[in-house]
């Protein structure tokens, strides 16, 4: 699968060539003001040189190598001592003090990293808080860092927000400090609405903590054991790909084909029984909402998503039998390869059928990250019939739902008025609150589950990846621009946001938005956006 570039590095190409016409006459002028130095420097050092040259200038033709080795050594030594020293005057603590009465010039109020160049406006976002203090704090470390903002300074900021009329007549809010696990804020916590797409966030804990970030899926090709029937054996990859390049590590149909080919050859085989195997997955493969662009039959064998175009993400036109339409490609690619194929049918290999060739998924953890970033609905819904798979549940819908919340209650987090449906949230019949999805959150964040972590990297970066890269441009919703990463949930008359954010003084918040009944759907965005926002430029003490 083919990952074209981000939006948000094309929109970042004005930003870069701003940054080019600041950087390049500073360089400029960097250079000439050094000049006159390195000419007295070279006053200095030459007749140093001079001195070293002839003192180890022996009586025959040649230098010797040990002779050479000293020279270059004294003279290296030489160098970088007067470089030293035109360069000083040094305060006691290592730093020029040209360099420190000029930064203390400049008077210049940033960041704790990103002051004086920052080019901070009232337009612009913000100078991020110091990503030292941010991971000490996520990681639950002590850092002397300022305290978590104060519950009712954050009801000061964010209870006008929520009165926006765009949200709808039924919105909930919770803030949490993601170190402690301490709520700072709670509006309507315990209240379930339907969460749409961040039913995402849910379904990427359930299967990280079920099967572990490094697990892998699998598709095969097997053979009969005293037949020419091959079997294409669906592993529930929903990275597989039958384009010439396979980005991001996906697995490739083309390889599996090129392998199986050679390995047929070597049993000097030239024509098979194609048939492909389905049985991995169980129930319905169609979603409720009916066949719709936004998601393909859920089944353990499909090649790009059973996309009828080369798009990667998104709505699409899609096949009408993803596992059939993938076995049909196989079977071309097979004969592109000099292997004769029949047409190929459904039927489940047997227990004692050899392996002939096979291709894996990336991890788990990229593959969570992915389905994060780009909101991507076909891979939630196989990744909770994986759930169900390594858990030992039913690999249906319903089933997929089941092991979802029986891994959350493991985990021991707060399901009181949760129901799940399916992994995506396309499901409208789906209830979360705010406290499941902050506390969600949260554990991803925690020391003690490293396997989750990826939930974290995976949520959307305000004006860069994924879903958000076209959000945060309005003036009231900059400041969130790189620090708030959060996953979005879309449906009519539902619009949702949750995720993390940095505030201020360097602390990470977890946070949850969830609204219904809006009918204004960009409007209700916006105000979400400048709800995180609110926190990130929020100290709130």
């Keep these: 699968m083919v990952v074209p570039e981000l939006r948000a590095w094309r929109a970042a190409?004005?930003?870069?060539?701003?940054?080019?016409?600041?950087?390049?006459?500073?360089?400029a002028r960097a250079a000439q003001a050094v000049r006159p130095r390195m000419a007295r420097l070279t006053a200095v050092v030459k007749p140093h040189v001079v001195r070293v040259a002839r003192a180890g200038r022996p009586r025959s033709r040649g230098l010797t190598t040990p002779q050479l080795t000293a020279v270059a050594a004294t003279v290296g030594l030489a160098l970088a001592a007067a470089a030293a020293t035109a360069a000083g005057p040094w305060d006691s603590a290592g730093q020029r003090t040209a360099e420190r009465d000029r930064a203390a010039a400049w008077g210049r109020e940033g960041g704790a990293d990103h002051g004086g160049e920052s080019r901070t406006t009232a337009?612009?976002?913000?100078?991020?808080?110091?990503?030292?203090?941010v991971l000490a704090d996520a990681l639950g470390a002590d850092t002397g860092t300022a305290s978590a903002p104060a519950g009712r300074a954050l009801a000061g900021v964010l209870d006008p927000l929520l009165r926006d009329a765009s949200l709808g007549p039924r919105h909930t809010a919770v803030v949490v400090d993601v170190a402690t696990r301490r709520r700072l804020y709670g509006k309507g916590a315990d209240d379930a609405l339907t969460p749409a797409s961040t039913t995402k966030i849910a379904t990427a804990v359930a299967v990280l903590s079920a099967a572990g970030p490094d697990h892998r899926f699998t598709t095969r090709t097997v053979?009969?054991?005293?037949?020419d029937r091959l079997v294409l054996v669906g592993g529930g990859d929903p990275t597989l790909t039958a384009r010439r390049k396979a980005g991001g590590g996906w697995a490739s149909l083309r390889t599996l084909a090129d392998e199986t080919a050679t390995a047929l050859k070597k049993r000097h085989l030239g024509s098979v029984t194609l048939s492909y195997d389905t049985s991995l997955f169980t129930g319905e493969a169609l979603h409720p909402i009916g066949v719709n662009p936004n998601l393909a039959l859920v089944t353990p064998l499909m090649a790009d998503e059973g996309r009828t175009d080369d798009s990667t993400s998104g709505p699409a036109g899609r096949v009408a039998d993803p596992a059939a339409d993938a076995a049909r490609r196989f079977?071309?690619?097979?004969?592109?390869?000099?292997?004769k194929t029949s047409a190929p049918g459904s039927a489940k290999a047997t227990p004692h059928a050899q392996t002939v060739a096979s291709v894996q998924s990336p991890p788990l953890s990229a593959v969570v990250e992915r389905m994060l970033t780009t909101s991507d609905n076909d891979m939630a819904e196989v990744l909770a019939r994986q759930t169900a798979v390594v858990s030992g549940g039913?690999?249906?819908?319903?089933?997929g739902a089941a092991a979802i919340a029986a891994q959350l209650r493991k985990l021991g987090l707060p399901l009181t008025g949760a129901r799940f449906h399916d992994g995506s949230g396309l499901n409208r019949d789906d209830r979360l609150t705010a406290d499941l999805l902050t506390a969600l959150l949260a554990t991803a964040g925690s020391p003690s589950h490293?396997?989750?972590?990826?939930?974290?990297t995976g949520l959307p970066i305000a004006g860069f990846t994924g879903t958000l890269s076209d959000r945060y441009e309005d003036t009231a919703q900059r400041s969130g621009i790189g620090v708030v990463r959060a996953k979005t949930g879309s449906l009519t008359g539902v619009n949702t946001l949750a995720g993390t954010v940095v505030d201020t003084?360097?602390?990470?918040?977890?946070?949850?938005?969830?609204t219904d009944g809006s009918m204004d759907q960009p409007t209700a965005r916006a105000a979400l956006d400048g709800m995180a926002a609110a926190l990130a430029r929020c100290g709130c003490r």
């Design 123 to 133: 337009e612009a976002p913000a100078p991020a808080p110091s990503a030292a203090s």
């Design 505 to 514: 003084e360097g602390r990470l918040l977890a946070f949850a938005f969830l």
């Design 394 to 399: 039913r690999p249906s819908f319903d089933g």
């Design 13 to 27: 190409r004005p930003l870069l060539a701003r940054v080019r016409q600041a950087v390049v006459p500073r360089l």
């Design 223 to 227: 053979l009969e054991p005293g037949t």
């Design 331 to 339: 079977a071309d690619l097979l004969q592109g390869h000099g292997i």
């Design 450 to 456: 490293p396997e989750l972590r990826t939930v974290l």
